[in-house]
């Protein structure tokens, strides 16, 4: 659209694969925000509390402790200040928040969703995305 600054969809689709009872889901979430305001919202309890799971624990660092809602208790298996934020969890597999600079003032979060079994849908994904998309603007 001539004029307009906002991406026509910020929250674009990518893979959705399985191996036998592996499932990966990938997404690009484009936002409107610069990768500083964004990375708390990825890397903080109180942050992903607002969009996604609450957190009762969460060292960050990497081989830290997390334990998100009813996913269940893990570790931080990847830790990148402001870029990379992966965490394992018994019940919820491998949850990788990739952070990366989109244009002049955006980010890009490329997420990745590893699971084994029955596991969280596209559609599940798409409304927490919408809720950290809104958390951003509020």
């Known amino acids: 659209m001539a004029g307009s600054t906002e991406p026509a969809e910020p929250i674009e689709q990518g893979a959705s694969q399985a191996h036998g009872r ?17 990375w708390p919202r990825l890397s903080t ?3 992903l509390a607002a969009w996604f799971t609450p957190v009762d624990v969460l060292q960050p ?7 998100l809602g009813d996913l269940g208790t893990g570790s931080v298996t990847a830790w990148d ?26 980010s890009a979060l490329r997420f990745t969703h590893e ?14 995305f919408e809720r950290l998309i809104d958390s951003l603007n509020s």
């Open 115 to 128: 699971f084994k079994g029955e596991g969280e849908t596209e559609q599940a994904w798409r409304a927490r």
């Open 45 to 47: 309890a109180e942050g």
């Open 81 to 106: 200040v402001e870029r990379v934020a992966e965490y394992t969890v018994e019940g919820g597999g491998r949850l990788r928040f990739h952070l990366e600079r989109d244009g002049e003032s955006g």
């Open 61 to 67: 660092r990497l081989g830290g402790t997390v334990t």
């Open 22 to 38: 592996t499932h990966l889901l990938h997404f690009v979430v484009r936002l409107a925000k610069p990768t500083e305001q964004v």
